[in-house]
């Protein structure tokens, strides 16, 4: 495994670059194995990642902080990044036009869920579009950042952040209702080093699978994982709401709700209750 502690000509602030913590025994071919920047504590994985990606850097490149000073996630809200998480940023290079971008959030939700299932040993569950479940409480969050050229995408990175053995008081007393952590949940402490290479095999080989074989077999998994389809579903857009029952999600992707009228909205983004 080689490991980077120089960036090319990009600056990251007062913040080094630290060497890892330990060996990741990492099992994939190319993601997070041919460059891997380590960080004990940075502004925002997701940052880094971009800064690389513009310098060139290749497929596969991974980003990995023990915590973060200015995680962020979805819809401009704050991701709480203390000790004890999982905070990773890997670069991909899709060479498709930039409305296919959220079929990539999805992959990184299914391949994240399946890593917890098999490390932590419970199952966990996806709430659109992909927040990780266990017991109902939101334990990882993945926010998939595109930049594009000309038509087709230059790179995407997906940051995910899991709160692996964190202690749930750290976190904003307004989250506690929503939030958790796999160790909460399970009463066991769970190896963050191989939750970050399970996750990272099980992207490697969906990401693979979905170029060979376009999204279908991702929207499969998908389907079969989620905590939302099947069930009553309310999302809030401009000032209106939309209730009504999650039947399914489409290619695009987005969520296809069918309200009391009988009338189905597609919801491609945003939060849905
Ligand atoms: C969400 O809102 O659910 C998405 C949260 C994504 C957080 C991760 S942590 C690693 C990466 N760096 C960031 O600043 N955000 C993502």
Redesign the pocket.
Known sequence: MAVSNVIPSVSFGPKEVDQPRSQFQLQTRSFGKTDLHYYREVG????VARALALAGCPEGTLVV?ES?T??????G?K?Q?PKGGL???LVLRPTFSPSLAPRITLLAGVAVCRAISSVARVDGAIKWP??ILIHGK?V????TETEAKEGSLRHAIV???INVNTDTSSLPPELLETAGSISGETQETVSIEGLLAASLMEMEELWGQFLCHGFGPIREAWRSLSATLGRPACFRITGREIAGLALDIDQAPALLIRDQHGVIHKICSGEVT
């Open positions: 925002s994985t997701n940052d902080a973060q200015a995680g962020r996630g979805r819809l809200r991701w990044s905070y990773f940023s992909n927040d939101k990882a969050g993945i926010l940051g995910v952040g």
